[in-house]
């Protein structure tokens, strides 16, 4: 595609306000997208795109924007509930598509949207993006080369201590696992492979919370221990929860036969990874060498896949493996016992980097 | 008790001739015991104890040396299988026992030991020691002073590539939890208090290894993830296998409503711990403060208990408890189904510390 | 003011080209200022600032556009040796003046910026603008309050390998001390005050060098290890070269008489800070707040106070004693004798920061 | 020598009761050590010695024990003005010496030490004994094979709060270069080679102290800084001073033209090293592999060179280049000026260390 691609926002609260904003201008600037259209249930929200943005054309419902001839991809930003039907009706309307996490909230919904996406002509891209990150893709090239040996064992975690705002995120459709786990276990999957069985414990650990202002009751598990069978006697955790106020340590563990490697940060803002080879005999150490990627390089990756008419690396089968462990994960911890997870899907491969530049001579990595 | 406390060891293998003999020969020079006999079911032992720790009285038949009058406590260092009989045996000849991790192999034998523990005159201390580490009972003030709220969340983690020695490691009755996992799950119950229900996942990682020079097949599992549930949405997990090469984090991490606290190092070799209280908002690193304790503290603690005729703060129930979660935890990942926990226990808890010297006016730590 | 401000670059190296042209984007995006003039004795470089900024009015020689009516602040930007005579220049013209470091290469030249700057109705922003972090406030804030006593001892370090492009910084008016240790003593002296005396040794420690795929002599030191007095006993030294290839270890480090605080990363690019209390007897990490902060924030300090006709706060008599204390360990290196520092200067104060929002409530740090 | 080594201690304060008692017990233990007598000007310590080590010689005056027969070592670890006179009477005496730094406080009184030394039959071990860590000797292995490169800037950090007992610390003979800095000159100068010149500043930092209960007047110097030029433009830098609380950092760090390596903890006590090199292009850390390595080393070494008939590598030329570089460093500061160095030694070297298990395989460093 020579010109820019068209993308129409629908959903414009805090993530599209915030962390999308910010990568769309950058890619508005360098020409590579004009922003066309945007929609939100809230009306006050067309003078935020207006102003901010300069997007004139703004609807209160999305079918009034996701057909239109300029819109080449439609990013779906709305609360979670929303994302399935909105993401159908786009691919549906021959668009691209960009869904925020998780891609549906039932498997059902789920299923019928990875249907459409394969014989629809739009790319379908599902959030978290996590694949993409240069220091998911340093451990990818890792593993692949054995240096750790094959994986027995593995940690990940990520929580916060829960938003004060949005009530929905306490409610049916939604919770930390959603919300948050769903990075976790899209990382775990990516590196390792496709789950086979999972069990969980789940708890609301929080019952009642202040959320915009009002008391509410919490409707959903808000506190997570899942663990995953990935076959081979290889298992992992995934710790999870709006029930953690801070922590220290690495976010992703990975204990193979011949070394152990981990991800420091999150698997959603890296921060460099450390790599313990029996061979060499000491921990190495490999700075973060992106500080600024962005957790939002989904939308970055799926433009450049419609201007060089590629494929993307980031694939709904492993947001549908996803969504069933998470969802087997809740039955689990609900019926105390180990459930199979039936879907599968192959994990995105990445090509050796080659050479690099001496990592001595990065003298600024702040620009 | 005035004189020195009469010590037989039964078990004179790796963790006799080092950690214990180290510790024993300390003791021995504050006068506070005496050495007196050995036994090992390997003749050729009596050579080592008598040339290193001067004890001429050896048997193979560990009844030889149980009910003579100048033993007062006997030391329980076999392998694992034996632990249960042999301690029974010595506490019903009216001796102090310590017996080194797990008590007991089955529940049954456990039981019996705690039955006839409750009717001896002797004390009965079951490894691990964990409790009685500065740093455990550091976070375990941080924790009932409220500085981190209510757990939510916790994490431990124990293990390493396995021994090349010992096959009996290998077999029934052996395998990581027994012999490391033992160690987080004494520290989680013990900080967060008695478990209700366990599931995990385990598995034979490495199915064939090369022990004392002979390759072997590993007839158990040999890798473990374990979740248990603490009762009001309270949940943590413990990571343990002969298949780990390395860590870098923390040993054990506690997730609360106001804060986050961990143990750094391990839980039985403690290299000081981490505190983040939301009211401070920063991380607070607090240094080891004894990293020479030692974690075979409990035949000091032992012998400080006869000699000043006290109760030994690491209670029986404590170690039955644990040996009840780690059966479950086998049985639960072969069967795939959560487990209930029957039996419960009293967390030890400990006086306030009172004031300390200032920790900048420690100069020399080594000594 | 209230139009935006006008900006004219000169000097399009690579200075200008990333670090300052990305923030001058920003800001330009927010409509604080316009871009309307660069310069640069290359004539090549008028392609990249009108493609890459819109920026048609292009320059060979400075006095062409300094003196335009639109241009309200000039940025200086060239390479060292021509910083001080085009500063002046602008000021003369009734220009702000935004100029790397150093504001000069010798003290006569310096000083009559500072005259200059005196009397002219523009402001004079003088690189480094390490005062500006909110990093650096943080901690002068701690020393204020007394946190950690009088200081007694410091330390700071800033090195590299060195560029393999501009061959001046290794020659006459270049070097490291310039380049890179004026950070170290902008914040050593902006913390703790002004320095009274300065002993240095220096020297080349890498006589030849390929720059710009050329093999050189190095002309100048590179290597430097600089100690300041700044009175009542308390010393400080800096640790700079083109002769460091990696470190780990705090950039700043400040020994008092109640605690020591510690700045991570590097001043230009801080990482948080760490403090130790006596009266706490723990480190206290603290996370980096704005991991975004840009070096050349002084641009957008600039603006702020033209915009809102405030004071800047980085102040010309600063850099001025800076640029003394760096000439003096030159000279003080060549002759081994410690010489006396005649200038002084107030450093910056902050105002109290107030109540800010809880630490763990910060969810997205990258954004 | 077949029997054990006959020990005579003159001193016998908080450094022989703690440190040195430990290690000789631990040698009396293995058969290697006799300890025969006991010197104290204070007639009160023979209770001391006797109840603790079974030392039944005691006297007030060192003249009367240092020429026993039975005593074949005397350790001199009196307070540091002693040293000398007593060093010089023992080796006079034919007695082999080991000596607590600084070996004498004037260089004359050093020198005929020496001497002395070069013509008796006794060796001469002058404390510190840093070359003897395993990490020392690792790190210069490093630097020997060129794995980081020449080496062009260092620097090394000693300081603690300073003692609240022995008046004589803050008086002329005392103060934390003879005391502290030490470790680190004699650190940097094994790994580096010998200095050629020396600038420093120094000052009483904290004129008035309370020690031994009393409010006292401080005499000397209590806050250093120096530098060191070890020719070929490279230059280190020790910071030492009774004037820090706490530090968080390397201990020691060397920084040369192909990588970095630096110490952790303190070089009388490391925690392991830091190797970058740029080849690799990550921090490598290597976990101390001795934690249990005692700064009393000293004694164990010279034990076995007496046993042994071998030369220590601990060399008394090494000891009064450093002592030489103490002096001219505080003369340095009094007169603002760069002083050469005239003595030089010849670092000891260490032969390769070979095969070594692997290090995942460590399972319990604790013993």
């Not at 590579?32 to 935020?48: K, Q």
């Not at 593995?154 to 930390?176: C, D, E, L, M």
């Not at 001496?358 to 702040?366: F, I, K, R, S």
Request: charged residues 25%.
């Amino acid at each position: 595609m020579d010109r820019p691609v068209g993308i129409a926002f629908v959903g414009c609260g805090s993530v599209m306000s915030g962390p999308y904003t910010r990568l769309a201008r950058q890619l508005r600037e360098r020409g590579e997208v004009s922003l066309v259209a945007a929609c939100d249930v809230v009306p006050d929200r067309a003078a935020f795109v207006r102003d901010e943005l300069g997007i004139e054309r703004f609807a209160t419902d999305y079918r009034e924007i996701i057909t239109a001839d300029d819109v080449d991809a439609v990013l779906v930003l709305t609360s979670m509930p929303e994302h399935g039907a909105i993401a159908k009706a786009a691919l549906e309307a021959g668009k691209h598509v960009l869904v925020e996490k998780p891609m549906a909230t039932t498997l059902a919904e789920a299923r019928e949207l990875l249907a459409v996406a394969e014989r629809s002509p739009g790319h379908l891209v599902c959030a978290p993006h996590v694949v993409l990150s240069p220091t998911y893709q340093a451990i990818w090239r890792h593993l692949h080369r054995g240096d750790v040996g094959r994986i027995h064992l593995a940690r990940a975690r990520y929580g916060w201590a829960g938003p004060w705002w949005g009530q929905w995120f306490y409610r049916s459709g939604g919770g930390p696992l959603f919300d948050l786990g769903v990075y976790n276990l899209t990382t775990l999957t990516g590196l390792i492979g496709p789950a086979r069985r999972v069990t969980a414990m789940a708890g609301t650990a929080i019952p009642e919370r202040r959320v915009d202002g009002e008391l509410i009751k919490v409707e959903v598990e808000d506190n997570f221990q899942i663990t995953v069978d990935f076959g081979d006697a290889c298992f992992g955790t995934v710790t999870t929860g709006f029930s953690m106020q801070s922590y220290r340590g690495p976010a992703v563990e990975l204990y193979g036969g011949a070394g152990t490697i981990q991800m420091m940060g999150d698997d959603w803002a890296p921060e460099g990874y450390e790599l313990w080879r029996n061979d060499i005999g000491a921990w190495q150490l490999h700075r973060e060498q992106d500080p600024h990627w962005p957790w939002t390089d989904g939308l970055r990756h799926l433009v450049d896949c419609i201007r060089h008419d590629q494929q993307p690396v980031i694939r709904p089968e492993h947001a549908y493996h996803v969504l069933e462990i998470m969802i087997k994960a809740i039955e689990s911890a609900r019926e105390g016992r180990t459930l199979d997870i039936e879907s599968t899907f192959t994990p995105p491969t990445f090509a050796d980097d080659g050479d690099r530049a001496d990592a001595h001579l990065l003298h600024d990595p702040t620009h």
